[in-house]
């Protein structure tokens, strides 16, 4: 079964990547200079403390007991506890995951349904002005990354004509009280259409930011796939039979256009949520990357490691997700 | 279809010419920076803080952009700022592009372990988002320019290995490689000779790509001010001032804003162009 071994091989790689990711956390960080034990000490104390505190964090130990320690721990869930925040990791990270998450998975939706209108009304309108002047906008979209993007949304939809926030995750006189850290998912579970719009206007500017530069990409390749397909038979044994030229692209184009792109979308999800770290600071957004900001510049080691290490495995986690869909989807690997 | 064809011939030539004409500028504006500066970058002037820009009401004509909160005249500080995003612009993206590419032909050209070690990294490290781990690295190394400058070829070298790898791996299995081969030429010969020739304009047009991204990754360093000293004027540094004042003084965040818009917009259009320019099917 070949296809057996392929996932195999494939479970494997993401194994070890997965493993060389925590190495290189552990080394990285083992070589910060800037004892963290000094920094959690009030002034005046004796050694006995710095080295009960030392034995209490495991860092008497030798490096590579300290790493072995550590993924032993990481491997049951146990992350160690903030040193700024005195707060266990693993809490602090699924606290504040799922605001990425949302955040992510609505600059996604809006990429798609930006850039795939877009190739759909370029295809439409092939050789034409629109066509024209939708591929200048790709450009400049792809030209610029989504940092940029994101101060020129505050500027122009902040300031200038101010429509949305653009600081926070919600608006704290709201006063609603979630049970999840998946804010606007309950909302919607729960029909509070007030608090989703609170939610959605504070999260509309960062998660546009993000889907720009991802929806050029998407319109360049769909309409490229799309424009292949518009030379094909079956093309125009339908403009034989009298459909219209928007439900020919729609229902006989699309369809056959469409697989390059879905991968390209999975591949290009993993660089959209690695964004959210910048973006999120940029917009004051509560997620994980904020959070993550904060830990570097507070050298709370525990918490970085606990953090690049969860992008670390969504990244790995996204990407075995793509190539197995890929798989399903691709007759010529199903059958392969 | 004849004419969308037409556009795509045309426009690269204005793009070209439009993106070369603003980095041009920006490379004789860095340079001579200190000579054209109407005021020092770092003198603060308590009583002139947050001055409007020349065409605005209650401003000073001597503070041609405006000041900042501290009194700081915004054009020597983006004269300045754009100095130092020139520098790692150039420095950072050379490195990035001379170790990747290499990595990459070594990958794509000897394969067997060597592809097999240097893939292996490649995974591991789109395994990290890339701001991230910048920001860690300079919170590990230390701020300042070498900081930023290794920060940014740690984290991208990627880009070009991947690429190139793919370029090398295609060239490699051409006829024109075997043949050289067969005339005896070293594998090291056939590699330098054969394949990076014919790999270069891929990586040239990569290499301008990079300066842009090198120049953005400066530029959020020092936005979450782990970039060089808070002392140097950077566009980065002044677009998160601007940021924390954006409602009493918008040109502190705009006019940086729109120098790194136009520098970042032009190294990748050069780059496009350059990639379109050496596309045998487009030309």
Redesign the interface.
């Known amino acids: 079964m070949p296809i057996v071994r392929a996932l195999l091989t494939r479970l494997i790689?993401t194994f070890?990547?997965?493993f060389?990711?925590a190495v290189?956390v552990f080394v990285?960080?083992r070589?910060?200079?800037g004892n963290p034990i000094a920094m959690m000490l009030p002034p005046g104390a004796t050694e006995a403390d710095i080295d009960r505190l030392k034995t209490l964090y495991g860092l008497d130990k030798s490096i590579l007991e300290q790493f072995l320690i550590w993924l032993g721990n990481v491997a049951q869930g146990d992350f160690g506890t903030s040193i700024t925040l005195r707060q266990p990791v693993y809490d602090l990270v699924i606290g504040r995951l799922p605001a990425t998450l949302e955040l992510s998975i609505m600059a996604l939706l809006i990429a798609v349904v930006l850039g795939g209108a877009a190739a759909l009304t370029a295809t439409l309108y092939?050789?034409?002005r629109v066509?024209?002047g939708i591929?200048v906008a790709g450009?400049?979209a792809?030209?610029?990354?989504d940092?940029?993007w994101g101060?020129?949304l505050?500027?122009l939809f902040?300031?200038l004509w101010p429509l949305f926030h653009i600081s926070g995750r919600i608006s704290p006189s709201l006063g609603f009280d979630f049970s999840s850290n998946f804010f606007l998912f309950e909302a919607i579970a729960r029909m509070r259409f007030d608090v989703v719009a609170d939610l959605m206007g504070h999260m509309l500017m960062p998660a546009l930011a993000l889907a720009i530069p991802l929806a050029a990409i998407i319109l360049q390749l769909l309409k490229q796939s799309l424009k292949e397909c518009m030379h094909d038979d079956y093309i125009t044994l339908a403009r034989t039979k009298g459909y219209s030229e928007s439900s020919i692209i729609l229902r006989d184009a699309l369809p056959n256009a469409i697989l390059p792109t879905l991968t390209l979308i999975g591949v290009q999800f993993?660089f959209l949520?690695?964004?959210?770290?910048?973006i999120e600071?940029?917009f004051s957004y509560e997620g994980l990357?904020n959070m993550?900001?904060d830990a570097?510049?507070n050298?709370d080691l525990p918490l970085?490691q606990g953090?690049?290490l969860v992008?670390?495995l969504l990244?790995?986690l996204v990407?075995l997700l793509v190539d197995m869909t890929y798989a399903a989807l691709n007759p010529r690997l199903r059958h392969a | 279809m004849r004419d969308a064809r037409g556009q795509i011939r045309r426009l690269p030539g204005l793009r070209l010419w439009l993106s070369g004409g603003w980095l041009t500028f920006l490379v004789l504006a860095a340079v001579f920076a200190p000579l054209i500066s109407p005021h020092d970058p770092l003198a603060q002037d308590l009583f002139a803080g947050r001055l409007p820009p020349v065409w605005e009401q209650g401003a000073d004509p001597a503070y041609l952009l405006g000041t900042d909160s501290l009194g700081r005249d915004v054009l020597s500080r983006m004269l300045h700022g754009g100095r130092l995003a020139l520098i790692v612009a150039l420095v950072a993206g050379t490195l990035t592009c001379l170790i990747g590419a290499s990595l990459g032909l070594i990958a794509g050209y000897y394969r067997g372990w060597a592809d097999l070690v240097i893939s292996r990294f490649i995974d591991i490290w789109m395994a990290f988002p890339p701001v991230l781990f910048a920001i860690l690295l300079i919170a590990v190394i230390g701020t300042g320019l070498m900081s930023v400058i290794i920060a940014i070829v740690v984290i991208d070298w990627t880009r070009f290995a991947r690429v190139v790898r793919a370029e090398a791996m295609s060239q490699g299995a051409m006829d024109y490689v075997a043949s050289a081969q067969v005339a005896g030429r070293s594998r090291l010969g056939t590699a330098l000779s054969e394949i990076l020739p014919n790999v270069l304009p891929t990586i040239v047009a990569l290499l301008t790509l990079e300066m842009g991204i090198a120049v953005i990754v400066e530029a959020i360093l020092s936005f979450v001010n782990l970039s060089i000293s808070t002392d140097q004027p950077t566009w980065g540094g002044m677009i998160a001032e601007g940021r924390t004042s954006i409602y009493q003084a918008w040109w502190v965040l705009v006019f940086p804003l729109f120098a790194l818009f136009l520098t970042v917009l032009s190294f990748s259009q050069l780059g496009e162009g350059l990639k379109d320019h050496f596309d045998p099917v487009l030309r």
Request: glycine share 14%; no cysteine.
């Open positions: 790689t070890i990547t997965l060389g990711a290189i990285v960080i070589v910060v200079p092939r050789g034409s066509e024209g591929d450009g400049i792809l030209s610029l990354p940092f940029l101060l020129a505050i500027l902040g300031v993993t949520i690695g964004g959210t770290v910048i600071r940029l990357g993550a900001i570097v510049i050298r970085i953090i690049v992008f670390a990244f790995t990407n």
